[in-house]
C-alpha cells in the first residue's frame, strides 16, 4: 500500500492579511448582495420615563396596554467584565447583564464564534421574563451579543431593547444584533421599578407602546459580499433552515426558514419564518426582505413550496400553532370537521374561524420581491407542499399533520384527496418532473420515481434501492432553472437544526437515475498561487491555509482499488474528530469515518443500509457512478469559527456529491493511501472568504 503525508508548515504569506492578488479577486465568485443592517429607531421625542443615571434607582409608569410593547433606549459605557454587572434593571421583569461567558459553551447563542484575542466572550444580555398565554408559566426570553462582534468592543455604545409583541429585538449602535419572537406578555404589576448602575449607563429612557425601526437603505456599499455557497445569515446565532426554490422568469427564487439559536427560539417552537433570497445569473444574488415575517405571537411557520398560479408568485407554508397551542384550542377542528361533511377542504377568512389559525396558507407577490398574506386557511396540514404538475393542474403533497396526495382547482380551498396513503412518508416532500421521469423527494430521507407516463401507483422506492442522491443535506428541494439545468439546495445539520446554504447541481442517467456535482458559477473563490504536487505525489510541503480547494485525479489499476484520504489536525492535537474519507472501487462505495491512528476507519452504512447522511457526519453512498475507471475527485475543506469546525464537500467524478461537518476540526494535515490505484494531479488552492 501506498502512503503520502501531507505535513504542515504553515505558510505565514497565505495565512496572513489578504494579499494583494486575493483582493483583486474578492469581488469574483456568487456573492450576496446584503440588506442593510442599519437601522431608524424612530424614538419619540418624549419618553415615559427618564432613568437620567444620576440616580440609582426610582419608579415607573405603569405600563396601560403591554400587548402593544415598550422600548428602552441608553448609552452604556462598557467595561472588560471581570464579574457579572447588571447594568439595569426591572426587578422581576427585565435585566441587562454585562458579563464574561463560558467559551466553550455554544448551546442555544453561539457565542464563542467570537472571541476576543485573550480567548475570552464577553457579552451583554437583555433578558425578558414572560407570562404565557397558554398554561400561565413564566419563563424569560434572552438576547444577547457577543461584544467581539462590535469594531471597538469596549467604552460607549447605544444600546435599544424593543418588545413590539411579536418580537423581542435588541440594537446596538443602530444595528440588530439579535432578536426573539415573544409568547406572552410581561407581567404589568411587576413594572414598578428599575434599577441602574450608573457608573455604566446614562440617558437611559422608557418608551410606551414600542418602537417602529425601519431598516436604512443604501449604505451597504462596504458591506461584506459573502459567497452564497456555504453562506449563513448575519448574526453569531443565525442560520438557515429548510430552504424551498422556483425558477421563474428568469430569476431564482430561494426562501428559506430563518433559524435563531439552533430551533430554540420562541422558547423551543421555532419561531421560524421565510427569507428571500434571488439571482438571474447565480453570480449576483441579492437578499430581500423577509417573505412571509412572523408578525403576530401565535405565528411560526413550516416548510411549504413556492409555485406559480394565476400569474402569481406564491407560497405556501403551514402555521405550526399546534407546537404553542393546544388542537383543541386551533382552527384544525372546524377544519376537519369541514373536509368530513364534505369531502374537500374549505376556504376560510383566518379571522372569522373561531381558535388560533393553524393549518396551510400562503402568500402571494406580483412583483417577486414584495409578499402579502392572504389569510386563507386551505387546509388543514401544516407543510403544504404545493406544485402545478406538467399537466397545469394544482396538486399537494400534505405532511405534518395530514398525509397523501391532493388536488384542487383553486389555491384557496376545495383540496381533495386523491391518495391518502402516497407519499407514504416524508417531513417535508416535493415534486419535480426531469425528462420521462417524476421525482418526489420526502425530507431528510425518503426518494421516489416513476416514469412520468405511468401512473401514481408505480412509484418506485430509490432508497430501497439504494440509488438516492442524499449527500449530507437536510430537507433537499429541487428547482428546474436556465437550459434544462436542476438544482439542489439544503441545509447542513452542524450542531442542531438549521446551518448553511448549500446548492449542488443535478445530472440525470438514461434510466432516469440521478446523481449530483458541483455548480461551477457556485464554485469558491480560491487564490491563484497555491500549491502543485509532482504527478508521483511524494510529499507537499505545507498546507496554504486550514481553508482550502484539493483536486486529484484517481487511476484505478484494478476492479478492487481503494483510495482513503485523512484529513487530520496536527500531531499534537486530539484526533477525536478527525476524518477519513473512503472511495472502495471494488463496492463502488465512498464514505466519511472517524479516522483512527494506525487502522483503517469503520465501514459506515448508506441511507439503504439505515446510515443517516442527512447528519451531515459519518455515512456512506453507494453505487458510484463512473469510478471504474480514471475520474477526478474534488474537494472543499472549510473552518470558519461560526462553524465551530469544518466542512468537507466532495465531489467524485462529477457525478456524485458528499458532505460532512467535523466538529473542532482544524485541518493541518492530509494523509493519503491507495491500494491498486494511483493518484495524480493533486493540487490545492486556498479559500478566499
Given at each position: 500500500m501506498k502512503q503520502y503525508v501531507w505535513t504542515i508548515g504553515l505558510c505565514a504569506v497565505m495565512l496572513g492579511s489578504v494579499t494583494a492578488c486575493q483582493q483583486e479577486r474578492q469581488a469574483e465568485g456568487s456573492r450576496v448582495e446584503p440588506l442593510s443592517n442599519s437601522w431608524r429607531l424612530n424614538l419619540p421625542e418624549q419618553p415615559q420615563a427618564e432613568l437620567n443615571g444620576e440616580k440609582a434607582e426610582g419608579e415607573l409608569p405603569a405600563p396601560t396596554e403591554i400587548e402593544k410593547g415598550f422600548a428602552i433606549h441608553c448609552k452604556v459605557s462598557l467595561p472588560v467584565p471581570t464579574a457579572d454587572r447588571h447594568l439595569l434593571e426591572i426587578p422581576d421583569v427585565l435585566d441587562v447583564c454585562l458579563k464574561q461567558h463560558n467559551p466553550q459553551d455554544r448551546n442555544r447563542q453561539n457565542y464563542p464564534a467570537y472571541r476576543m484575542k485573550d480567548g475570552s466572550v464577553p457579552v451583554l444580555e437583555a433578558g425578558l421574563t414572560l407570562k404565557s398565554p397558554v398554561d400561565g408559566r413564566e419563563e424569560r426570553m434572552t438576547v444577547g451579543l457577543p461584544l467581539a462582534m462590535l469594531e471597538q468592543p469596549f467604552g460607549e455604545h447605544e444600546l435599544t431593547l424593543n418588545f413590539s409583541g411579536a418580537r423581542w429585538t435588541m440594537y446596538v449602535d443602530g444595528q440588530l444584533v439579535d432578536n426573539d419572537f415573544p409568547i406572552g406578555y410581561p407581567l404589568t404589576e411587576k413594572m414598578k421599578n428599575w434599577k441602574i448602575l450608573p457608573e455604566y449607563v446614562s440617558q437611559a429612557r422608557l418608551y410606551y407602546p414600542a418602537i417602529q425601526p425601519e431598516r436604512m437603505e443604501g449604505n451597504t456599499a462596504n458591506a461584506p459580499r459573502p459567497q452564497i455557497q456555504y453562506w449563513t445569515p448575519e448574526g453569531h446565532n443565525a442560520w438557515v433552515g429548510d430552504v424551498v426554490s422556483l425558477y421563474h422568469q428568469g430569476r431564482y427564487h430561494l426562501f428559506y426558514l430563518y433559524d435563531r439559536r439552533g430551533h430554540q427560539s420562541k422558547f423551543g417552537k421555532g419561531g421560524h419564518y421565510f427569507e428571500h433570497l434571488s439571482t438571474t445569473d447565480f453570480r449576483h444574488w441579492t437578499e430581500h426582505e423577509a417573505a412571509v415575517p412572523i408578525e403576530e405571537q401565535w405565528e411560526t411557520f413550516g416548510t411549504g413550496t413556492p409555485f406559480v398560479w394565476n400569474d402569481q408568485l406564491c407560497i405556501s407554508y403551514g402555521y405550526h400553532t399546534?407546537?404553542?397551542?393546544?388542537?383543541?384550542?386551533?382552527?384544525?377542528?372546524?377544519?376537519?370537521?369541514?373536509?368530513?361533511?364534505?369531502?374537500?377542504?374549505?376556504?376560510?377568512?383566518?379571522?372569522?374561524?373561531?381558535?388560533?389559525?393553524?393549518?396551510?396558507?400562503?402568500?402571494?407577490?406580483?412583483?417577486?420581491?414584495?409578499?402579502?398574506?392572504?389569510?386563507?386557511?386551505?387546509?388543514?396540514?401544516?407543510?403544504?407542499?404545493?406544485?402545478?404538475?406538467?399537466?397545469?393542474?394544482?396538486?399537494?403533497?400534505?405532511?405534518?399533520?395530514?398525509?397523501?396526495?391532493?388536488?384542487s382547482d383553486s389555491v384557496a380551498g376545495g383540496w381533495r384527496c386523491l391518495d391518502e396513503n402516497f407519499p407514504p412518508g416524508g417531513d417535508c416532500t416535493f415534486f419535480f418532473h426531469w425528462g420521462d421521469y417524476d421525482y418526489i423527494i420526502g425530507g431528510f430521507t425518503r426518494l421516489w420515481s416513476k416514469r412520468a407516463a405511468a401512473p401514481d401507483s408505480t412509484y418506485q422506492d430509490v432508497v430501497a434501492q439504494g440509488l438516492d442522491f442524499y449527500n449530507g443535506m437536510s430537507v433537499p428541494t429541487i428547482a428546474e432553472v436556465m437550459d434544462g439545468r436542476f438544482l439542489m439546495a439544503g441545509w447542513l445539520w452542524l450542531k442542531a437544526w438549521g446551518g448553511p446554504l448549500v446548492i449542488h447541481e443535478l445530472v440525470q442517467m438514461p434510466d432516469g437515475r440521478v446523481g449530483t456535482k458541483w455548480m461551477e458559477e457556485l464554485m469558491p473563490v480560491t487564490a491563484q498561487s497555491g500549491t502543485k504536487v509532482a504527478d508521483n505525489a511524494e510529499s507537499v510541503e505545507s498546507l496554504p491555509s486550514s481553508s482550502f480547494l484539493l483536486t486529484f485525479d484517481v487511476t484505478p489499476e484494478t476492479a478492487d482499488y481503494l483510495v482513503s484520504l485523512n484529513l487530520l489536525p496536527s500531531a499534537d492535537k486530539d484526533w477525536q474528530d478527525a476524518c477519513e474519507w473512503r472511495i472502495d472501487g471494488g463496492k463502488a462505495r465512498a464514505q466519511y469515518?472517524?479516522?483512527?491512528?494506525?487502522?483503517?476507519?469503520?465501514?459506515?452504512?448508506?441511507?439503504?443500509?439505515?446510515?443517516?447522511?442527512?447528519?451531515?457526519?459519518?455515512?456512506?453512498?453507494?453505487?458510484?457512478?463512473?469510478?471504474?475507471?480514471?475520474?477526478?475527485?474534488?474537494?472543499?475543506?472549510?473552518?470558519t469559527d461560526k462553524f465551530d469546525g469544518t466542512l468537507i464537500d466532495t465531489e467524485i467524478a462529477g457525478k456524485r456529491t458528499m458532505i460532512s461537518y467535523r466538529e473542532k476540526l482544524n485541518v493541518e494535515k492530509l494523509t493519503f493511501q491507495t491500494e491498486n490505484a494511483s493518484i495524480k494531479n493533486i493540487k490545492v488552492l486556498p479559500l478566499v472568504n
Open positions: 399546534t407546537r404553542i397551542y393546544p388542537y383543541e384550542q386551533t382552527t384544525l377542528p372546524a377544519m376537519y370537521d369541514y373536509l368530513k361533511r364534505n369531502g374537500r377542504t374549505g376556504s376560510f377568512d383566518r379571522h372569522e374561524l373561531e381558535g388560533v389559525a393553524a393549518g396551510s396558507s400562503y402568500s402571494v407577490s406580483d412583483d417577486g420581491v414584495h409578499f402579502r398574506k392572504t389569510g386563507t386557511l386551505l387546509h388543514p396540514c401544516e407543510n403544504p407542499s404545493i406544485y402545478v404538475d406538467p399537466e397545469g393542474k394544482l396538486k399537494m403533497l400534505a405532511n405534518y399533520g395530514a398525509r397523501g396526495t391532493w388536488a469515518a472517524r479516522a483512527v491512528r494506525g487502522a483503517s476507519a469503520e465501514q459506515q452504512r448508506s441511507l439503504r443500509e439505515g446510515g443517516a447522511p442527512q447528519q451531515c457526519r459519518d455515512y456512506a453512498i453507494e453505487n458510484l457512478i463512473d469510478t471504474d475507471k480514471p475520474f477526478t475527485v474534488r474537494m472543499v475543506v472549510k473552518f
